[in-house]
T-cell receptor, first 113, second 112 residues
Framework: QQQVKQSPQSLIVQKGGISIINCAYENTAFDYFPWYQQFPGKGPALLIAIRPDVSEKKEGRFTISFNKSAKQFSLHIMDSQPGDSATYFC????????????FGKGTHLIIQP | NAGVTQTPKFRILKIGQSMTLQCTQDMNHNYMYWYRQDPGMGLKLIYY???????DKGEVPNGYNVSRSTTEDFPLRLELAAPSQTSVYFC???????????FGSGTRLTVV
């Protein structure tokens, strides 16, 4: 049973556009929601993360929007660049996350020049 | 500062063979994790450890074993390899549970 649903599976955006990836979760005990970026042949790397006590967090061109009542969160990449082309994973954990993160299935993002 | 080091990077096993995937971290992290990544399926937790001498099962532990004798090392053992274990395996460590994982570069395993 997948506890974090991610969409779309793949996404093509023109350079300079906004990339939007969505995730929905079921477990109301989740209290930490990170996004990871993965380039081919590499391990995932933490991009940005949010806790449910805030509705938005921004770091440079990357923004997480969080809707606690809808149990949804999304990643927005502003002014998307070809170097942003990668696979993006949303994830969630509860209670400090000692027992690990639950990941979405990933979104393959391509930024066309 | 090497971070999380995984060896080997690639391996081909025959059905029924065994092997150990090595994972070492030099950040003095207590928390360590093994995930497998299959195309279009995200990452699934195999085993995790919250400190030396302590291990626990994740979502997909069948066919695998782990040990954690030191803070630095967290090897993953495959016994009687099966084609279903063909995957990319990632080791991760963190200073605070699920927060701020550092991943290794992965081991691509093919079982034929």
């Amino acid at each position: 049973q997948q506890q974090v649903k991610q969409s779309p599976q793949s996404l093509i955006v023109q350079k300079g556009g906004i990339s939007i990836i969505n995730c929905a979760y079921e477990n109301t005990a989740f209290d930490y929601f990170p996004w990871y970026q993965q380039f081919p042949g590499k391990g995932p790397a933490l991009l940005i993360a949010i806790r449910p006590d805030v509705s938005e967090k921004k770091e440079g061109r990357f923004t997480i929007s969080f809707n606690k009542s809808a149990k949804q969160f999304s990643l927005h990449i502003m002014d998307s660049q070809p170097g942003d082309s990668a696979t993006y994973f949303c994830a969630a954990s509860s209670g400090g996350g000692a027992d690990g993160l639950t990941f979405g299935k990933g979104t393959h993002l391509i930024i066309q020049p | 500062n090497a971070g999380v080091t995984q060896t080997p990077k690639f391996r081909i096993l025959k059905i029924g063979q065994s092997m150990t995937l090595q994972c070492t971290q030099d950040m003095n992290h207590n928390y360590m994790y093994w995930y497998r990544q299959d195309p279009g399926m995200g990452l699934k937790l195999i085993y995790y450890s919250v400190g030396a001498g302590i291990t626990d099962k994740g979502e997909v532990p069948n066919g695998y074993n782990v040990s954690r004798s030191t803070t630095e090392d967290f090897p993953l053992r495959l016994e009687l390899a099966a084609p279903s274990q063909t995957s990319v395996y990632f080791c991760a460590s963190s200073y605070q549970g699920g927060h701020g994982y550092t991943f290794g570069s992965g081991t691509r395993l093919t079982v034929v």
